[in-house]
């Protein structure tokens, strides 16, 4: 296919609401239990109705499926599971017809031990293709190269018996690390970049991208110290501070080559940035982004936490602007890999509905990009599975003080009169929980009360005005349980005020805040009473101010 031609709207991606999808749970047509790509296209009008402005797609690539499509045998093709090229083609152009753009998810950094480049790579030392992955010898007892250790349990090394190497893997065994030092490597992986921005996809969610590079001398991580209270215990690889195995200097070199190319198509780039310490990743995404020549913005973990609080978003949104310069972010409340927010947030409060509107009422006030995931418009939680349901090898290496990500990733529901919640005819390849499918699409739709009008509203408050879309953020002094700060831009100033506490408190409000008027957008019965303003728990208050 001929390359497309460039649009002129380069832009949009910094004020974009992006909503993820997971197409193995979106909608099956097939009556086979899982998602496929005719159903992203069947449901694309939901997502146009939401205000989104793009789609990321999780992977659909040719698959073992070991890791859910996160291990990939072939970067340029459909696995059937989900459908053909034509099928992807067609959902192309419908969502361009409703106005959204395009992201696919690339997973770069690995591929799966069937991808025929690591089957060749390990036939010998000699083979054309022997570097193309990370291998090691062994230390003269046998053991690994080093002490480095894999996310998904265990040592980050697999020893092969016809090399009679170690190869590395910072996830499973079945996805072996690619060598990011080889610059042919490179190459092979931004031709398949290639390939997919001549069919018209406008971007990519790059998978985990502080993993590209390796430590070339492979010297050992130190222990992490010190542990403080945030430190997780049920999986030994937190034990270790990352330091060789990721976050390489090295990673900004082939972003430039990357964004050469997008470059070219007028394409996108949103990296993942796998750390959950602010300050880190804030430095990371400052690395990626800044200077207009590598990623246009990342993806952190930093609102990913087991609680919503003023102090958290402080931490995490206050610095920007100042900590990545001319570099951008993108927020996220929920993801595939993550517990759903509104079960994180709901332990001291026990009021979902209640929070999933103040969360996307905070959401979308952030200064950067914001991503959604698909089931949290509708107030979706975590769902509760049983050990023999699960499906992720994450969840069932590390059962039962970690249980995975299944129960995040569990099927959408569209129609409550429908079997399985109108996702599939057949059985799902995961349970679709009651208590989800008394909270379908079809139950909410029309419901002025609902959190999925909630969402509709406060994505078209965010779309209508410019402060919240790429304005400026400063963070105000507060009571305690209290979020507050101002957005600007040019020609307007928002006040934006949150009680993300059970308890009711109010916010005064300063002399130079005399012009703030309310602005009604989501009821949550905050008040503006004299000179401060009234708010009930987990409530949100919006006021002009000149």
């Not at 009651?434 to 002025?448: F, K, L, M, T, Y």
């Not at 993300?500 to 009604?520: I, K, N």
Request: with cysteine; hydrophobic share 40%; charged share 25%.
């Amino acid at each position: 296919m001929q390359a497309v031609a460039k649009r002129n709207d380069a832009d949009w991606w910094r004020g974009a609401v992006i909503y993820e999808i997971y197409p193995r749970s979106f909608q099956d047509t097939k009556g086979d239990g899982s998602g496929d790509l005719r159903g992203i296209t069947r449901r694309l009008q939901h997502v146009a109705s939401l205000g989104a402005d793009a789609i990321w797609i999780a992977p659909f690539f040719k698959s073992p499926m070991a890791d859910m499509g996160y291990d990939i045998s072939d970067y340029c093709a459909v696995d059937p599971m989900f459908g053909t090229l034509g099928d992807f083609d067609a959902l192309v152009a419908e969502a361009h017809r409703l106005g959204l753009k395009v992201i696919i998810d690339q997973v770069l950094s690995h591929s799966s031990d069937q991808h025929p480049w690591f089957l060749e790579s390990r036939s010998s030392r000699t083979n054309p293709k022997a570097d193309w992955y990370v291998w090691a010898d062994p230390q003269r007892d046998g053991s690994p190269p080093n002490n480095w250790l894999s996310i998904f349990g265990g040592p980050a090394w697999e020893w092969d018996s016809v090399r009679k190497q170690y190869y590395l893997h910072n996830f499973l065994v079945s996805q072996p690390d690619l060598n990011f030092h080889n610059d042919e490597v490179q190459a092979a992986l931004l031709e398949t970049v290639r390939f997919w921005l001549d069919r018209g996809v406008d971007g990519f969610r790059l998978d985990t991208t502080n993993f590209y590079f390796h430590d070339a001398e492979l010297r050992g991580n130190p222990p992490r110290e010190p542990r403080g209270s945030s430190f997780v215990d049920t999986n030994p690889y937190e034990y270790q501070e990352h330091i060789y195995d990721k976050n390489r200097p090295d990673t900004p070199r082939f972003l430039r080559r990357l964004r050469a190319l997008l470059d070219e198509y007028d394409a996108v780039a949103m990296g993942e940035v796998g750390e959950g310490d602010g300050f880190r990743s804030l430095q990371l995404v400052s690395e990626y982004t800044s200077g207009k020549d590598k990623l246009h913005m990342c993806y952190t973990f930093d609102m990913l936490g087991p609680f919503l609080t003023p102090e958290q978003v402080r931490k995490c949104a206050g610095p920007f602007s100042g900590a990545i310069g001319d570099g951008w972010i993108c927020w996220a409340f929920s993801n595939h890999d993550t517990v759903r927010h509104v079960t994180r947030w709901t332990k001291d409060f026990d009021d979902p509905v209640r929070v999933a509107k103040v969360a996307i009422a905070v959401l979308v006030a952030l200064r950067g990009a914001i991503c959604l995931y698909q089931g949290e418009e509708l107030g979706l939680g975590e769902a509760e599975l049983a050990f023999e349901d699960l499906r992720d090898p994450y969840g069932i290496r590390f059962w039962p003080g970690y249980k995975g990500r299944d129960g995040c990733r569990t099927p959408m529901v569209w129609d409550a009169s429908q079997p399985n919640g109108g996702f599939t005819t057949g059985k799902p390849w995961l349970p679709v929980p009651a208590s989800h499918i008394a909270r379908a699409v079809s139950v909410q739709e029309g419901d002025p009360n609902s959190v999925l009008a909630a969402y509709r509203t406060m994505l078209g408050f965010r779309r209508a005005h410019r402060a919240l879309r790429d304005g400026d953020i400063e963070m105000l002094e507060e009571p305690k349980g209290v979020l507050a700060f101002v957005r600007r831009s040019e020609d307007e100033g928002i006040l934006c005020v949150f009680n993300l506490s059970p308890a009711a408190t109010e916010f005064p409000l300063a002399d130079r805040m005399t012009a703030v008027s309310q602005r009604p957008v989501l009821d949550l019965g905050a008040r503006l009473e004299g000179k401060a303003v009234r708010l009930p728990p987990f409530s949100a208050f919006f006021g002009r101010i000149a």
